[in-house]
């Protein structure tokens, strides 16, 4: 753990409901941090950890470099630590008037009834609900409830906000409202966040930095656009609009007799070997190749020192890098998805490969209509984009021969 | 969906079983005496009795339940379990033999009884404080168990959200979880005190029978058959009374849930 004067440092090891968190993490003081993962990948639990509402396990939670918890040895009860908690639900106090609410917080940490109820006041007026300041909970809209919800937290001014999915219950009419007011207070209060979100796009405008977690432990982080540009891990890669292909990695050395180039197709992996039966460099060339092999397809790579022959591995590649023809390419693929968005189309295949582009050319792919499910055409990704990642689990070795015709 | 006419005719039955005993309770009331049957010295003595003692029972619950359903609510799986068996006990052991435990445990050569009688000369069986004390021990499962109920079914979330808001244990409970399971709280004090001042078994062989001292509703509306007491018309009046009440309780509870849905 980085030692750091303002600031949230946390090494969180928990075992919750067969995961056992083990992340460490650091936020500068009014830093804006995500954390994107799974269902079941430890997000929430990591956020109740650090707001000490489950005991660690291991590790230390270090706010502005005072230790808040040292796993049993030492730990500040939740209402001592200025951490907030906003969940996906608002979780407003049903039997206390909207005020009354946003002033729970102002009230618990020793202000007058007075002072927390003219705080509460402001805070409604700054939300847009000062009319509404004596309804309850329930004759708010859920727009409206998460307002106040993000109301109260501030109110209670933590050093920390914890953030978890706050915008996945709301609507696609009163989101975008909800996360402006989330961007606004957090600039304007500097708050140190952390962001647990499923959604890349609440990273880029709630975030400057992200964690991927996956079974408890952190697998890929950087800034929100560099996760959406150069994913390292499948999750990330899914969240970032890619394609991702399971399958298993082959290795070996094609030798080059023309100069025709070198393709998936012309590859075939049969009884454990990989066969190449075309011709790629020059000739006379001995050309490296790494194949991701799917049932009886495969996709070209290059040779990766992370990946070994027999390799469970993962190739994402941009669905816009990847050329669809209607007689001909490397991958022949029967679609199980036709998706249409903002002028574009997108082809799914039942690997998880996918292709994407404009309504006229989807047109022109299949005489005339849209292409649909079942429909089958040919996918060739830009060997340029397609990037393999290794996974976790590894098969059994799988011996490789890679011969030329 | 259509259900099986054969469910009708045992349904009916039931539903025959639970009213028709009302219903001759009711013919049996004479209507014209009924105001002066309610008002006899007797009457008035037996049914003030029975809502004080009543009253101070379901006090008492409130005070030790509350926070036993509380825990029972909060603990583990298996320590939830155990402590929820052990308050059910009074609810399903027959009257009688709650009495009979509370005079082994309090009587004059009970387990506890006895050293306090011998150091301080105070015997409780027989007194007003040992109706309030049989009341106690059979009503109080009715008070936990709903209450437990309420809180697990509320869960935590609100809890947590009030701790990191800067809120304290005391103030978590007093101001979250409480006033959260506010209707679960009113039901089950209702539940408590109906049980309370209906209570026959425990409090006849504990507190006895004596008049002005322990003989509560039920007691005195028994006694009148046996041509003790209260006349019989002022026992069908009380049992009325009873009823009344009855209804009352089980009314005031749908719609103050109802409202709390609301």
Known sequence: ?405 | MTLPRGLYIPALVALALLVLPIVGLISRVRWETLGSDLFSAEALTALWLSVSTGAVATVICLVIGVPLAVIIARSSIRTASVLRTIVLIPLVLPPLVGGLALISLLGRSGLVGQPLYEATGFSLPYTTAAVVVAQTFVSMPFLVITLEGAIRTSGVSHEQIAATLGAGRWRVLTRVTLPLILPGLVAGTVLCFARAIGEFGATALFAGNSEGVTRTMPLAIYTAFNGVGVSQDSAVALSLLLLVCAVVIVGGMRSWREDAVR
């Open chain 1, 1 to 405: 753990m980085n030692a750091r004067a303002r600031g949230l440092d946390a090494h969180v090891v928990v075992h919750r409901a067969d995961v056992t968190v083990d992340v460490e993490l650091s936020v500068a003081a009014g830093g804006r941090l995500a954390v994107l993962g799974h269902n079941g990948a430890g997000k929430s639990t990591l956020l109740h950890a650090i707001a000490g509402l489950l005991p660690l396990e291991g590790g230390a939670v270090r706010l502005n470099d005072v230790v808040l918890e040292h796993a049993g040895a030492h730990r500040v009860l939740p209402h001592h630590r200025r951490i907030g908690l906003l969940d996906q639900k608002a979780r407003l106090f049903p039997h206390l008037s909207v005020v009354r609410n946003i002033a729970f917080g102002p009230r618990s940490q020793g202000r007058t009834r007075g002072e927390s109820m003219s705080l509460a006041q402001e805070w409604l007026e700054r939300i847009g609900l000062a009319h509404r300041a004596s309804a309850r909970p329930h004759e708010l809209s859920g727009g409206q409830q998460q307002r106040v919800a993000i109301a109260r937290a501030f109110a209670a001014e933590p050093e920390v906000l914890l953030l978890d999915e706050p915008l996945a219950s709301l609507d696609a009419e009163s989101a975008p409202g909800v996360r402006r007011m989330l961007v606004d207070e957090l600039a304007r209060t500097g708050t140190t966040s952390i962001l647990v979100t499923h959604d890349l796009a609440d990273a880029w405008q709630l975030a400057d930095d992200c964690i991927v977690l996956s079974d408890g432990a952190v697998v890929d982080s950087g800034a929100p656009d560099q996760l959406a540009t150069a994913p390292q891990h499948p999750f990330t890669a899914a969240l970032a609009g890619f394609a991702v292909v399971r399958g298993v990695w082959h290795e070996g050395t094609a030798h080059v007799n023309d100069q025709q180039a070198f393709t998936g197709s012309q590859v075939s992996v049969s009884s454990g070997e990989a066969v190449a039966t075309g011709r790629a460099g020059r000739p006379g060339d001995s050309v490296p190749v790494g194949l991701l092999s799917v049932g009886h397809q495969n996709l070209v790579g290059t040779p990766d020192a992370r990946l070994a022959d027999g390799d469970a591995a993962i190739a994402v590649i941009a669905p816009a890098n990847v050329m669809v023809s209607a007689v001909t390419g490397e991958w022949r693929a029967t679609l199980t998805e036709v998706s249409s968005r903002g002028g574009r189309v997108r082809l799914d295949d039942a690997s998880g490969l996918a292709a994407e582009l404009s309504i006229e050319d989807a047109r022109s792919l299949t005489g005339g209509r849209l292409p649909a499910s079942g429909d089958t055409v040919w996918f060739t990704p830009a060997p340029e984009h397609l990037r393999v990642l290794p996974v976790r689990e590894t098969s059994p070795m799988v011996p490789v021969r890679v011969i030329t015709d």
